[in-house]
Nanobody
Framework: VQLVESGGGLVQPGGSLRLSCAAS????????VSWARQAPGKALEWVST???????VTVDSMKGRFTMSSDNAKNTVSLQMDNLKPEDTAVYIC?????????????????WGRGTQVTVSS
């Protein structure tokens, strides 16, 4: 099982980025998949979960700006991030596990990607 993130980079405040997480060794549609992030010097923070039924949940502080979706044909999930702010600067990590959902303990996440860096700066 492997998760590989892509799509990070440097973007100006107010800009957008689309992150992708590609899976090998399992099918995304069979389990919940989540994104979390870790800013420098801060704790790991939940961002969003896409449940196996296709329903997305985004944490309140990012709701309306971040949207998670899936492409089952490509076995990838994406995180569309709009109206980015400097405080969104972090490493964004793709996580997977049947109980690995926003709000749960991160120990519930069986599989982790290496992360992709997002930097929001002018």
């Amino acid at each position: 099982v492997q998760l590989v993130e892509s799509g990070g980079g440097l973007v100006q405040p107010g800009g957008s980025l689309r992150l992708s997480c590609a899976a090998s060794g399992f099918t995304f549609s069979s389990t919940s998949v989540s994104w979390a992030r870790q800013a420098p010097g801060k704790a790991l923070e939940w961002v969003s979960t896409l449940y196996s039924d296709g329903s997305p949940v985004t944490v309140d502080s990012m709701k309306g700006r971040f949207t998670m979706s899936s492409d089952n044909a490509k076995n990838t999930v994406s995180l569309q991030m709009d109206n980015l702010k400097p405080e969104d600067t972090a490493v964004y990590i793709c996580l997977m596990g049947p109980n690995c959902v926003a709000g749960s303990h991160f120990t519930q996440c069986e599989h982790w990607g290496r992360g992709t860096q997002v930097t929001v700066s002018s």
